[in-house]
Antibody, heavy 122, light 106 residues
């Protein structure tokens, strides 16, 4: 059974840092691109970042570029999101997401973690 | 940057057909996906590659995508289908979500 379990969320002051982790199991983690998606309270889904299967390529939403760093440890089957210079507007549930390739150039997020809440407040 | 637009809300009576639209520039040239999210839960993929259903998704869920609009259709809507629905497409290798549509079954 595929499982994605996030951890590391919590309350942090503006300007502070936090590191999220996502422990993956039930599939060959090193074969999949992984993403972070966030959802502010009462708001919609917003893509944050993605990393390719071997960690050599990353992308970020403009809102987090230069502040957040995505990484992965395929030996530990774990995805990370290092978040620095946090702002109130970063407050959200952060989801770890697996992207599956269905062929013919078709991709979709087929598994989501349960999410971890990050609250940025003084 | 690429944008997807959804109506904030759609209402449907039980047993009727609900249609939720997603608009984007030349969206029909891309593949669209749809996710269902119920309160307090993580999203669930209900449609991928415009019209395909993952295993375990009821047949009443269907999708289409042409021109600038993708559409999620729920036939014979049930009370359990009440949820937020998000469309999603790819802008090159970046993920783009629509703003979400709250489906109310009343």
């Amino acid at each position: 059974e595929v499982q994605l379990v996030e951890s590391g969320g919590g309350l942090v002051q503006p300007g502070g840092s936090l590191r999220l982790s996502c422990a993956a199991s039930g599939f060959t983690f090193s074969s999949y691109w992984m993403h972070w998606v966030r959802q502010a309270p009462g708001k919609g889904l917003v893509w944050v970042s993605r990393i390719n299967s071997d960690g050599s390529s990353t992308s970020y939403a403009d809102s987090v570029k230069g502040r957040f760093t995505i990484s992965r440890d395929n030996a530990k089957n774990t995805l990370y999101l290092q978040m620095n210079s946090l702002r109130a507007e970063d407050t959200a549930v952060y989801y770890c997401a697996r992207v599956h390739y269905y062929g013919s150039g078709s991709y979709a997020v087929d598994y989501w973690g349960q999410g971890t809440l990050v609250t940025v407040s003084s | 940057s690429y944008e997807l637009t959804q109506p904030p809300s759609v209402s449907v009576s039980p047993g009727q057909t609900a249609s939720i639209t997603c608009s984007g520039d030349k969206l029909g040239d891309k593949y669209a996906c749809w996710y269902q999210q119920k309160p307090g839960q993580s999203p669930v993929l209900v449609i991928y590659q415009d019209s395909k259903r993952p295993s375990g998704i009821p047949e009443r869920f269907s999708g289409s995508n042409s021109g600038n609009t993708a559409t999620l259709t729920i036939s014979g809507t049930q009370a359990m289908d009440e949820a937020d629905y998000y469309c999603q497409a790819w802008d090159s290798i970046l993920v783009v979500f629509g703003g979400g549509t709250k489906l109310t079954v009343l």
